[in-house]
C-alpha cells in the first residue's frame, strides 16, 4: 500500500463501522457494573445465598477476563469479524437468559454465558476497528474513542441500573441489552469486513482450561475463607488453584504460540501500563459495589438517588478518558500515568471521613477526584498496548490489555469485597454474613442496627485506605521506571505506541 493512500481520510463507511462497534462494546463493559445498584432487588426476588450473590457479581467479569486472550488468539486466527458476530448473538442469548432467570443458580449460569460472550467481543471488536482506519493519527482517535466508550460503560452501568430499577423489575438491566445487539447483527454484516492474521499455530485448549480454572479456584478460596472464616476444603481448592496458575505459567515458556506472552512484561512500561490496567479497576469497582450498599443500607438513599449521586463522577470519567490522548501529546505518557495513581489514591481517601449518618459529600468529591485517574488509566492503557506491538497482533495484544480490565474489575469485588466482608464478620453483630442480610432480620434493635452499619462502614474504610495505598505504591513505581522522555526508535515501543501505529498493517 503506498504511503498516500494510506494518509487518506476515513470515509463515512469507517467511522458508520466503528459507531457500530461502539454498541456491544459498550455493554459488555456497562454489564461488568450494571449490578453495583440492583444486587438488593436481585437479592430480594431470588433470596441468593452470600456466596451465590458474589457469585452473581463476579462470574461475569472471571468469565470475560479468563477468556479473552484465548478468544484474542482463535479471532486472529479464524476470523474477527466472524467471531463477533457469534460472540454478540450469544451475548443477547446470555441476556435474555440472565432477565428471565428464576433462581440464583441460572442467574450465575446465565451471566457466566454473557462472560464467555464477552469474551469473544472485545479484542476482536478492537482488531477490526483498527481495520477500518488505515492513518495511524485517526487509528488512534478511534482507539481513544473505543477506549472512551468502554470507560463510559463501566461509568455509567450503576447509573443506567439505578434509573431502570425506578421504573422497572430488575430483569429490565439485562432485556436494555438486547436492541442494541440487534442493530449490530443488521448492520455489523454491512459495514465491517473480515481481519483474519497471517501467523501459524492453533490455541492451546490447555492452557485456557488452566487460566480459567485456576483463576476461579483461587478465588473462591480467598473469598470462602474472608466471609467464612478458614476450612479445609476452601483452602485446599485455593491451593489446587494457584498451583494451576503457577503451572499455566510455566506452561507458556514452552510454547512455540503461547497464550499469554509473559515475555512482554520483561519491558518496565509495559508491566506499570498492565497493572495500571488491573489495580485501579479493582479500586474503581469495589468502592462502587461497596459505596453503592453504603448509600442504599446505610444512609438509607431511594436506588434512584444512589444512581444520581454515581453520575458526577461517571461524567468526570469519561470525559478524562476522551481527553486524556490530547493531555498526553502535552505532558507525556509518564506524568500522566504518575498524574493517574496519585489521583485515585487520593480520592479513595476522600471515602475515610464517611459515616453511618452523613458521607454523600464525601462520595461524590471521592469519585469526581479518582474519576480523573480512572479515565486516564482506561486511556492509557489500551493506546499502550495495541501499539506496541505488529498489526496482525492487534486482537492479542488488545486482549492483554482487555483482560487486566475485566480481571481487576472481578478481583476488585472479589478480594477487596472479600476484605470488607472480613472486617464485618469481625467487628458485626455476627447475625448474618452481609449488611443487607442482617437488616433483613426481623425485630432488630436499634443499636443491633447501628452496629451491623458501624461494622460495614469500616470495611468500606479498610478497602478505601489499602487501596490507596497500593495506588501509592504503583505511583512511585511509575516515578521510578518510567522514562522522562520519549524513547528513540531503537528503544522498546511500548512507551511511545504512536511509533508501532506507524506500520501498515499486513493484508490490508
Known amino acids: 500500500m503506498s504511503q498516500q493512500h494510506a494518509h487518506n481520510p476515513p470515509g463515512l463507511r469507517a467511522w458508520l463501522g466503528l459507531l457500530v462497534i461502539l454498541g456491544p462494546v459498550l455493554l459488555v463493559s456497562m454489564d461488568g457494573s450494571i449490578l453495583f445498584l440492583a444486587m438488593s432487588r436481585i437479592s430480594q426476588a431470588l433470596t ?10 463476579d462470574i461475569y467479569g472471571f468469565a470475560v477476563g479468563s477468556l479473552l486472550v484465548a478468544f484474542g488468539n482463535i479471532g486472529d486466527r479464524y476470523g474477527r469479524l466472524k467471531l463477533l458476530m457469534i460472540g454478540t448473538a450469544a ?33 476482536s471488536a478492537l482488531a477490526v476497528l483498527s481495520e477500518l482506519f488505515a492513518d495511524p493519527r485517526r487509528r488512534a482517535q478511534a ?38 445487539i440487534a442493530l449490530f447483527l443488521i448492520f455489523a454484516p454491512i459495514l465491517l469486513r473480515e481481519v483474519r492474521a497471517t501467523r501459524p499455530g492453533r490455541v492451546d485448549a490447555l492452557s485456557v482450561v488452566t487460566s480459567a480454572v485456576g483463576l476461579l479456584l483461587t478465588i473462591y478460596g480467598l473469598k470462602h475463607a474472608a466471609a467464612e472464616g478458614l476450612s479445609i476444603v476452601p483452602v485446599l481448592v485455593g491451593i489446587v488453584g494457584l498451583v494451576l496458575l503457577v503451572w499455566f505459567a510455566l506452561r507458556q515458556r514452552s510454547l512455540e504460540h503461547p497464550l499469554m506472552e509473559f515475555s512482554l512484561f520483561r519491558d518496565r512500561v509495559f508491566t506499570v501500563a498492565i497493572i495500571t490496567g488491573l489495580l485501579p479497576l479493582a479500586a474503581w469497582s469495589a468502592a462502587a459495589y461497596l459505596a453503592g ?31 486524556t490522548p490530547f493531555v498526553v501529546d502535552r505532558i507525556g505518557k509518564r506524568a500522566a500515568l504518575i498524574i493517574c495513581h496519585f489521583s485515585i489514591a487520593a480520592g479513595l481517601l476522600l471515602l475515610l471521613p464517611t459515616a453511618i449518618t452523613d458521607g454523600i459529600g464525601w462520595y461524590v468529591a471521592s469519585t469526581v477526584i479518582a474519576g480523573i485517574g480512572y479515565g486516564i ?28 480490565n475485566e480481571i481487576g474489575n472481578a478481583l476488585g469485588i472479589a ?28 425485630d432488630l434493635a436499634p443499636a443491633v442496627v447501628g ?7 469500616t470495611g468500606l474504610h479498610v478497602v478505601a485506605a489499602v ?30 505506541p504512536e511509533a508501532a501505529q506507524e506500520v501498515e498493517p499486513r493484508g490490508r
Not at 298 to 317: C, E, F, K, M, Y
Open 48 to 57: 441468593p445465598t452470600a456466596d451465590q450473590a458474589l457469585w452473581i457479581l
Open 91 to 123: 451475548f443477547g442469548i446470555g441476556s435474555a437468559g440472565a432477565a428471565f432467570a428464576p433462581s440464583p443458580e441460572l442467574l450465575i449460569v446465565a451471566r457466566a454465558l454473557m462472560g464467555v460472550a464477552g469474551a469473544t467481543l472485545l479484542p
Open 143 to 180: 482507539i481513544g474513542i473505543f477506549a472512551a466508550a468502554f470507560a463510559a460503560g463501566f461509568a455509567i452501568g450503576p447509573v443506567a441500573g439505578g434509573i431502570l430499577l425506578e421504573r422497572f423489575w430488575w430483569g429490565s438491566v439485562f432485556l436494555i441489552n438486547l436492541p442494541v
Open 293 to 323: 450498599i453504603y448509600l442504599q443500607s446505610v444512609l438509607d438513599l431511594p436506588v434512584l438517588s444512589a444512581a444520581l449521586l454515581a453520575l458526577p463522577g461517571a461524567v468526570i470519567l469519561t470525559v478524562t478518558c476522551v481527553v
Open 377 to 404: 488509566c482506561f486511556s492509557v492503557v489500551a493506546d499502550t498496548a495495541v501499539g506496541a506491538v505488529p498489526a496482525e497482533r492487534a486482537g492479542s495484544a488488545g486482549a492483554i490489555a482487555e483482560t487486566s
Open 415 to 442: 478480594l477487596l469485597g472479600s476484605l470488607a466482608a472480613l472486617v464485618f464478620r469481625l467487628q458485626g453483630p455476627d447475625l448474618a454474613p452481609t449488611l443487607d442480610e442482617t437488616l433483613q432480620l426481623p
Open 451 to 457: 452496629e451491623a452499619r458501624t461494622a460495614f462502614v
Open 467 to 496: 487501596a490507596s495505598v497500593l495506588h501509592v505504591v504503583l505511583g512511585v513505581l511509575a516515578l521510578r521506571w518510567l522514562p522522562r522522555a520519549a524513547p528513540s526508535a531503537g528503544e522498546p515501543v511500548l512507551s511511545r
